[in-house]
């Protein structure tokens, strides 16, 4: 089966700074990847997801991936975070069977 | 985008009794639906999954006549969590997924177990 691992436990960073969450896989197949965000109080909401294609995905918010196969990698990024960025992110990988393995998240903390 | 909404979004509830949390998609038909579980500050746990008008598959670990789980129509599951314990208490997510891989998730339940 599956893994996903998120190597950062928590970020903290001072807007106007670069962002960049690491995310590894284990799976030698074909994937689908997904980075989710989670405001405080509030429900998962999709950043972005590959499927196919530009291995550099961009999303809501500002925030871009990039799928990296060698390295089994989908890594989120965004040039300069804002104090609203402040939630938790997870990575999430489908191996095409609707079987979704989500990474154990990094909370990211923006000071203003 | 998907609409997926959870009702109640909070409950408590006393050790020794049952709780139903319902799990509907608005605006589109759910052929698939996933449970989860998250503890605080983890990621989520998949429970289990569940097709319309079939038996859910529930994942290793995870007590199938403890958390029942109904997919009764196209736009709605239920978890029931029988006889609940304080362990019982987390934060339940179920999310809807229309034929593709994405999931679309509802807002969450919180469920505390005194």
């Known amino acids: 089966a599956q893994s996903v691992s998120q190597h950062n436990h928590h970020v903290i960073l001072s807007e106007a700074a670069s962002l960049e969450l690491g995310c590894n896989y284990s799976?030698?197949?074909?994937?689908?990847l997904f980075w989710y965000v989670q405001y405080p109080g509030q429900h998962l909401q999709l950043l972005l997801k590959?499927?196919?294609?530009?291995?550099l995905v961009k999303g809501i918010k500002g925030f871009e991936a990039e799928f990296i196969k060698s390295k089994f990698s989908f890594n989120l990024r965004k040039p300069s975070v804002q104090w609203s960025d402040t939630a938790e992110y997870f990575c999430?990988?489908?191996?095409?069977?609707?079987?979704?393995?989500f990474g154990a998240g990094t909370r990211l903390t923006v000071k203003p | 985008g998907a609409v997926v909404s959870q009702h109640p979004s909070r409950v408590i509830c006393k050790s020794g009794t049952s709780v139903k949390i319902e799990c509907r998609s608005l605006?589109?038909?759910?052929?698939?639906m996933f449970w989860y579980r998250q503890f605080p500050k983890k990621s989520l746990m998949l429970m289990a999954t569940?097709?319309?008008?079939?038996?859910?598959?529930?994942e290793q670990g995870v007590e199938k006549d403890k958390f029942l789980i109904n997919h009764a129509s196209l736009t709605l599951s239920t978890l029931t969590v029988t006889s609940a314990h304080p362990e019982d208490s987390s934060f339940y997510i179920c999310?809807?997924?229309?034929?593709?891989?994405?999931?679309?998730f509802g807002p969450g339940t919180r469920l505390t177990v005194t």
């Open positions: 999430a990988v489908n191996a095409g069977n609707n079987d979704m393995r």
């Open positions: 799976y030698g197949g074909t994937v689908n």
């Open positions: 590959y499927f196919s294609g530009d291995p």
């Open positions: 605006d589109f038909q759910a052929t698939t």
């Open positions: 569940s097709n319309e008008g079939s038996k859910a598959t529930y």
């Open positions: 999310s809807g997924v229309s034929g593709g891989y994405e999931q679309y």
